[in-house]
Structure formats: structure tokens, C-alpha cells
């Protein structure tokens, strides 16, 4: 989750696709105007920071990250299977779309629990306070 949005960064999506995350920014960039913000945004340095903060790599696996990374949303990933015009893109595509839907699938799940479970309190609140 960054900015509130669920997003995959650009370098997962490389190793899915089986290239290279320079190949995938490249391809992005040539297609910028299919990217708009809410599809695909670059963090901004607080939030590359941040990120980078929490991850632990060794120092060869910092080479690769002097660049913030792309954040993909659901939409953006879409669209980057049709930039990267492959029978693996569409595959991997087809399987992060599948969970995407299941993650949206249990959120609402955890949703209309976390309701039913306040409207239990709230009832049962009441008896309890009575007793």
C-alpha cells in the first residue's frame, strides 16, 4: 500500500515478466500517455526513503536502486501487459488481475465482519450495562 493504494513497483512486475526493469521503465516511458497518474505514479523521494528503509538488501541489490520506483495500480498493470505485448504479459497479467480481484474480494469479506461485529457490541452493550 502506498498513498492508500494498493500497487505492485516496478521491479516485481520486471521479474514476473521475465525482464528487465530498465526494459519495463523504458517501455512505460515510450508509452507515457497510457499512464496516467491513478494507473502509474513514481514515488516521490520521502516515499522512495520510506521504502527503502523498510526493505533490507545487500549492497549489489542497492545498484538497482538509485532510481524510485514505478508504482503499478490495478489499472496501470493492465496497461502494461498491452505495452509489453508478450504471450508471458499476458499470462502474468491474467494472474495479477485474478488477485487483485481476490484481495478486493477479502476486503469486502473483512468489511461486512468488522460491521456484524460492531452491530453485536452494540447490541449486547446495552444487556451487559443492565447487568
Known amino acids: 500500500m502506498i498513498r492508500g493504494l494498493k500497487v505492485v513497483l516496478d521491479r516485481d ?25 491513478d494507473f502509474m505514479f513514481v514515488l516521490t523521494g520521502k516515499e522512495f526513503i520510506n521504502w527503502r528503509s523498510q526493505i533490507v538488501t545487500s549492497n549489489s541489490d542497492k545498484m538497482g536502486l538509485r532510481h524510485a520506483p514505478m508504482a503499478f495500480t490495478e489499472q496501470g498493470v493492465a496497461m502494461l501487459a498491452t505495452v509489453l505485448n508478450s504471450e508471458r504479459a499476458i499470462d502474468v497479467n491474467i494472474a495479477i ?35
Not at 484481495?103 to 452493550?125: P, V
Request: without cysteine; aromatic residues 8%.
Open 97 to 131: 488481475m485474478r488477485t487483485f480481484v481476490k484481495l478486493r474480494q477479502m476486503l469486502d469479506s473483512h468489511a461486512r465482519l468488522a460491521k456484524k461485529l460492531a452491530e453485536l457490541e452494540a447490541k449486547y452493550d446495552g444487556q451487559f450495562r443492565i447487568v
Open 13 to 37: 512486475l520486471a521479474a514476473l515478466y521475465g525482464v528487465e526493469t530498465q526494459a519495463l521503465r523504458q517501455a512505460v516511458r515510450r508509452n507515457a500517455d497510457r499512464f496516467p497518474d
